[in-house]
């Protein structure tokens, strides 16, 4: 089990602003729905997912069984970057075990490269973190600061 942040602030927006309770923070019964559709839409799969999102406190509890560790960061990853999200209470399992990434916040004008260089001390994996980033960075190269992305 692990305990992740995210900028609350940042992140993909799933529900519009009135369907939000109060219009500040997204309710407890509508973005726990939200980001498992947003998941499934994501074609990231796991067995018995559930999101289970506390407004009050923004964080979002997730538990099921993905197939890779891989799988699993890039699940917590697409959940956390969400409008709303303060935290990830990660309690998924994983069938196939492996190393786990680091974990990094972008910063207001960065890129790829400028953070490949910074981990890698060579731009030109930039590439490298783009994959490891899927589905969250689709083909864009428009990086959010409060975004926080996999550094494997």
Same mark, same amino acid.
């Given at each position: 089990? !692990?305990?992740? !942040?995210?900028?609350?602030?940042? @992140?993909?927006?799933?529900?519009?602003? &009135? =369907? $939000?309770?109060? @219009?500040?923070?997204?309710?407890? &019964?509508?973005?726990?729905?939200?980001?498992?559709?947003?998941?499934?839409?994501?074609?990231?799969?796991?067995?018995?997912?559930?999101?289970? +999102?506390?407004? %009050? #406190?923004?964080?979002?509890?997730?538990? @099921?069984? &993905?197939? !890779?560790?891989?799988?699993?960061? *890039?699940?917590?990853?697409?959940?956390? $970057?969400?409008?709303?999200?303060?935290?990830?209470?990660? #309690?998924?399992?994983?069938?196939?075990?492996?190393?786990? !990434? #680091?974990?990094?916040?972008?910063?207001? %004008?960065?890129?790829?490269?400028?953070?490949? +260089?910074?981990? +890698? *001390?060579? =731009? $030109? #994996? =930039?590439?490298?973190?783009? =994959?490891? $980033?899927?589905?969250?960075?689709?083909?864009?190269? /428009?990086? /959010?600061?409060?975004?926080?992305?996999?550094?494997?």
């Amino acid at each position: 089990m !692990s305990w992740i !942040s995210f900028d609350r602030e940042a @992140g993909t927006q799933l529900l519009a602003p &009135a =369907a $939000n309770e109060g @219009g500040d923070a997204p309710g407890d &019964a509508t973005l726990g729905p939200a980001i498992e559709a947003h998941v499934m839409r994501l074609g990231l799969r796991a067995e018995r997912f559930e999101a289970l +999102y506390e407004a %009050g #406190r923004g964080v979002l509890l997730l538990s @099921g069984c &993905a197939e !890779s560790q891989d799988v699993r960061e *890039r699940i917590v990853l697409c959940c956390g $970057n969400v409008h709303g999200v303060a935290a990830v209470e990660d #309690r998924m399992t994983v069938l196939m075990p492996s190393d786990v !990434s #680091r974990w990094r916040f972008v910063q207001p %004008g960065e890129t790829l490269a400028a953070i490949a +260089y910074d981990a +890698y *001390r060579d =731009a $030109n #994996r =930039a590439q490298q973190l783009r =994959a490891a $980033n899927q589905p969250l960075l689709g083909d864009t190269d /428009q990086l /959010q600061p409060g975004w926080l992305l996999r550094v494997p």
